[in-house]
Structure formats: structure tokens, C-alpha cells
């Protein structure tokens, strides 16, 4: 299972961002996950509250915002869904000479800390790097 992996990553980046941003505890994480990205929403989730534990996210929520798949027909210049299985070929003119231009993302899109000395939150994001 390696959406584990994918949470440690995830925590530890917010982590990082909590020590710059002077943070004592993150209230919400945000990913945004491709549906070609290999990672299965559910079981990260669940590693997520695993991977949180004893940490500044510890009792965070994290908000999955899954983006379907969409390509792009290099020989009709078509734009289509890629659909569930995957399919490649343009439905337009049956190419197989297509480009992906969504599905593929797995991003840390925003977290909010929570600021005990401030009745405002702050927002921050980066880059999941993969593991």
C-alpha cells in the first residue's frame, strides 16, 4: 500500500510548512489526486489518520478533491474523458496518438494551521513529492 508512503510525504511537508509558517497545529489538508495518479482516495485517507498521529496534523481533515481524466487527440485536436478503464484512443477519430492533459496530479493544494494567539487562519500549500 503505497498511499502510506504518499501520507508520510504529505505529513511531512505540512510539517515543514508549519515550522516556517511559526504553526502549532494544522486544522485542514488539501490534495488534489488525479484518477491516473495510482493512488486510491480511500486508503489514503485512512493512512492519512495512521500517518497524523503524534503530529501537528494530529486531528486534522483532509479534503481529497479527485480530478478525472481528460486527453487531448494530437490528430484531430479533439478533447475527450479518458473514462474507467482507461481508454487512449480518441473516440472522435479512433487516434492513438494522444496527449493527457488531466488525471496525472497528485498536489498539496492548501493547508490551514490553526493560530492559537489569532482568530485567523492562515493558508499555505506545496508540492507532495513522490515516493
Known amino acids: 500500500m503505497h498511499e502510506l ?3 508520510v510525504a504529505v505529513v ?3 510539517e515543514e510548512l508549519a515550522r516556517e509558517h511559526g ?9 488534489r489526486i488525479g484518477s491516473l495518479a495510482g493512488v486510491e482516495p480511500e486508503a489514503l485517507r485512512f493512512s492519512f489518520t495512521v500517518a497524523q498521529e503524534g503530529t501537528v496534523l494530529h486531528g486534522a481533515r ?3 478533491e479527485e480530478v478525472p481524466a481528460r486527453a487531448r487527440c494530437t ?3 479533439s478533447g475527450f474523458p479518458v473514462g474507467s478503464p482507461p481508454s487512449l484512443y480518441c473516440p472522435h477519430c479512433d487516434g492513438a496518438a494522444v496527449e ?3 488525471g496525472r496530479e497528485l498536489e498539496l493544494t492548501g493547508v ?6 489569532s482568530p485567523h487562519e492562515e493558508e499555505a500549500a506545496a508540492d507532495v513529492p513522490r515516493r
Open 100 to 102: 493527457v492533459l488531466a
Open 12 to 14: 511531512e511537508a505540512v
Open 23 to 31: 504553526a502549532d497545529r494544522a486544522e485542514e489538508v488539501r490534495l
Open 62 to 64: 483532509l479534503v481529497v
Open 112 to 117: 490551514r494551521f490553526a493560530d492559537p494567539q
Open 75 to 77: 490528430r484531430c485536436d
Open 5 to 7: 508512503s504518499i501520507a
